[in-house]
């Protein structure tokens, strides 16, 4: 099999939140800063933190309060509440810099993305010129630092960025590749989360070089596909195109939660949330015009449990009702309510284009459902978000005021694609 010549970068802005955080305010640079969630709403998680705080230990999605006892006493703390939409629009600019020199751009979240730089470099000292240029252009107009990966494909680029940090170019290629990553933990591979990781020790699997070399049909038959998508990642075998920056992501999922402003501890409390998220994502799927034809819950009590559980509906929909139906019917079946719920969330999956009728629902109620869903999203879109909600919102002050709209968790990485 001929072997293609590539040349792949992986872009990684640096501590990304925070650094922009810094960026706009310079006195709190010696400051240990915290980019949190909004901690009046019990989002008081660290979303980010710059390297004066991690130089403490702190993590990301530790709890405000761990956080700031790790740094008591030895640094000023300085916690700002996370502001999406500057993160947003300062990273949409950095974007623009890549498209200079390919239009071969995927984003991987807010703050990284892969470049094919394919046809603008002849070999590796040309494409470690380009990501300098890169490192230097961002550094330079925008006072950010970005970590790049340089490499043959996708999976060692992203694994070169994380490998020096920050303001770092990493190469890694076909001659190196083994020396250079092969000793590192698996768990430095896309995709080997706690869970995988915690099997593949199991295993006595503890290195990348030892995911490598591994039985690949073992992996398969333990891990399922995955198994066999970490074996080729492993031994360099990772053929996966970066997408054109004009392609559209097929869409997986839409899905919303929310950290409760309080405990709940009623079914009453939990179909009110229910019903505000299903509002949320029924609006959304109405836009890319899908019905969807699975539901998945999440469900977090307040000692930070959790447990997801999924349905198959009966038929497609696209309606808040229907949504918000089978979600507390899901829900019903899947907790009892003897410990208290503090957080909540809804995804919709397995989309189709088309509605097929349900032979117990008339297509005079769906009407009218598709009907009333269009009236409250028009008032909604006019007036704001908050200017009109059902009846059940009323009947709490704390939880009728929950905005899923402006919740963090609205925002989702886009997967890398196999």
């Known amino acids: 099999m001929e072997i293609l010549r590539r040349f792949i970068l992986h872009s990684d802005l640096n501590n990304f939140y925070a650094s922009v955080e810094c960026l706009l305010n310079p006195k709190i640079r010696k400051d240990a800063v915290l980019v949190v969630g909004d901690q009046e709403k019990r989002h008081g998680v660290v979303l980010a933190k710059n390297y004066v705080a991690k130089s403490f230990g702190v993590r990301t999605g530790e709890t405000v309060y761990e956080a700031e006892t790790k740094i008591a006493g030895k640094a000023k703390v300085t916690k700002i509440t996370a502001r999406l939409s500057v993160y947003q629009k300062i990273s949409k600019k950095i974007k623009q810099v890549y498209l200079k020199y390919t239009d071969n751009v995927e984003s991987f979240g807010i703050d990284e993305s892969w470049l094919d730089i394919s046809k603008n470099a002849k070999d590796y000292t040309e494409a470690m010129q380009i990501a300098e240029m890169i490192r230097k252009e961002v550094k330079e107009t925008f006072g950010l630092t970005v970590s790049i990966g340089v490499s043959f494909n996708k999976i060692f680029a992203k694994l070169g960025s994380d490998l020096r940090k920050p303001d770092a170019i990493t190469l890694i290629t076909r001659g190196n590749f083994k020396d250079r990553i092969w000793g590192l933990p698996a768990n430095n591979l896309l995709y080997v989360g706690r869970a995988t990781d915690k099997k593949l020790e199991k295993l006595n699997i503890k290195t990348i070089g030892d995911v490598a070399n591994a039985d690949v049909t073992f992996l398969e038959k333990y891990f399922g596909v995955m198994g066999r998508r970490l074996w080729e990642f492993a031994n360099g075998l990772d053929l996966s195109p970066v997408k054109h920056s004009s392609d559209k992501d097929e869409i997986k999922s839409i899905g919303n939660s929310t950290t409760c402003p309080k405990d709940l501890t009623t079914i009453e409390e939990v179909k009110t949330v229910i019903?505000?998220?299903?509002?949320?994502?029924?609006?959304?799927?109405?836009?890319?015009?899908?019905?969807?034809?699975?539901?998945?819950?999440?469900?977090?009590?307040?000692?930070?449990?959790?447990?997801?559980?999924?349905?198959?509906?009966?038929?497609?929909?696209?309606?808040?009702?229907?949504?918000?139906?089978?979600?507390?019917?899901?829900?019903?079946?899947?907790?009892?309510?003897?410990?208290?719920?503090?957080?909540?969330g809804i995804r919709l999956k397995d989309f189709s284009e088309v509605m097929q009728t349900n032979l117990l629902t008339t297509n005079h109620q769906i009407a009218k459902s598709e009907q009333l869903d269009n009236i409250i999203g028009k008032i909604k879109k006019k007036y704001g978000y908050m200017s009109i909600g059902r009846g059940n919102m009323l009947l709490d002050e704390a939880l009728g005021e929950i905005n899923p709209q402006a919740e963090l968790h609205i925002i989702h990485p886009q997967y890398y694609r196999f």
């Open 275 to 344: 019903y505000t998220l299903s509002e949320c994502v029924a609006n959304r799927l109405k836009k890319e015009n899908y019905y969807c034809k699975e539901i998945q819950i999440f469900i977090k009590d307040f000692e930070l449990n959790s447990i997801e559980r999924q349905m198959k509906l009966p038929y497609p929909t696209d309606t808040c009702n229907d949504i918000a139906k089978y979600s507390i019917e899901l829900f019903e079946k899947s907790y009892d309510l003897s410990t208290p719920i503090r957080a909540i």
